[in-house]
């Protein structure tokens, strides 16, 4: 009988080597998701902005005002550590006051930690002796007690205006500052809020929520406002961003101007729900506040020191 030849070895068959697309494509993903979760959470910009505004005063032209939003302190990278950094930014600024607009304290973030206003505040007295500095509640701090966190800061000097106002002098500057309470949590009043402001007094309103630009009085010179993030995605969207409030992310960031009124909405410094921030780091908003009328005078002024002049006439 022939014997039987002996059956083949089985070729070990080599692992491929994924396709070089794939491989740029999978660190790409992580290189994103280190920035996103932790470098630019960490990060801190001041960033400037020259607002026009229609119904400031001309003393006031040039007022320079920072605005902090959203610090929630105890979510990632926003521990007290951080807070130091900021307030030391703010007390160095060249800006004439400070306008806090909210949200001190975290609900919930992934990974983060609840810090209590008690230990927040106190981080704002130095900046409180330096400069005035004014605030709003935002929903998150009247999740965690609105009034605690009221007492909080105006222990550290700082001045909390629920649905009231302040008239501020600088110089030959005077203004006033109407904060209204937060849209969702703090029963706003602009009524309230207006009352007994003296007539011809330029305003700034600051209110926490954007969402409540609609029912600011015309009066108005500026609404100033947080709680957006600024989406913490900085990405182009096709239209207004899907945002989890009643009109999306139609106030989501920056300067708008909507039936003659003017919003700022700060995209802020902390995060939420999710520890990430994208294309929209942490930043100190930095507002020079112009008057449209001082402007006009000026170019006026410019016009006819340009302007040719007959012969043997002095400019």
């Not at 704002?124 to 609105?146: E, Q, S």
């Not at 703090?186 to 630009?213: K, Q």
Request: net charge positive.
């Amino acid at each position: 009988m022939p014997v039987p030849s002996p059956s083949p070895r089985p070729r070990r068959q080599r692992l491929r080597r994924p396709p070089g697309t794939f491989r740029a494509l999978l660190a790409l993903a992580i290189a994103a998701v280190l920035w996103a979760f932790v470098w630019e959470p960490g990060r801190l910009l001041e960033r400037d902005y020259e607002l026009a505004l229609p119904r400031w005063s001309p003393a006031c032209d040039g007022l320079r005002v920072d605005v902090v939003a959203d610090l929630h302190t105890g979510s990632p990278h926003n521990g007290l550590d951080k807070l130091d950094r900021i307030v030391d930014r703010l007390v160095a600024s060249d800006a004439d006051a400070v306008l806090l607009a909210g949200d001190y304290v975290i609900l919930s973030v992934l990974f983060g930690e609840y810090v209590p206003a008690e230990r927040i505040a106190p981080h704002f007295a130095r900046l409180a002796r330096a400069k005035p500095v004014y605030a709003v509640l935002g929903n998150h701090d009247w999740w965690k007690d609105g009034e605690r966190v009221r007492r909080a800061f105006e222990a550290a000097g700082v001045t909390v205006l629920e649905n009231a106002s302040a008239t501020v002098q600088l110089g030959d500057c005077r203004f006033a500052v109407a904060g209204i309470g937060d849209k969702w949590e703090g029963r706003p009043d602009p009524r309230r809020a207006f009352a007994g402001l003296p007539d011809g007094v330029p305003v700034l309103v600051l209110t926490h929520n954007p969402e409540l630009f609609p029912d600011v009085p015309s009066r108005a010179a500026l609404t100033v406002s947080g709680h957006t993030h600024g989406g913490q995605l900085g990405i182009p969207w096709p239209g207004d961003p899907p945002l989890p409030t009643k009109i999306g992310g139609h106030y989501l960031t920056g300067h708008l101007v909507e039936r003659g009124q003017h919003l700022f909405v700060s995209s802020g410094i902390g995060t939420s729900i999710l520890p990430f921030r994208f294309g929209m780091p942490p930043e100190i908003s930095r507002l020079t506040l112009r008057s449209e009328a001082a402007a006009a005078t000026r170019r006026a002024t410019a016009a006819r020191r340009t302007a040719p002049h007959p012969a043997g006439t002095a400019p």
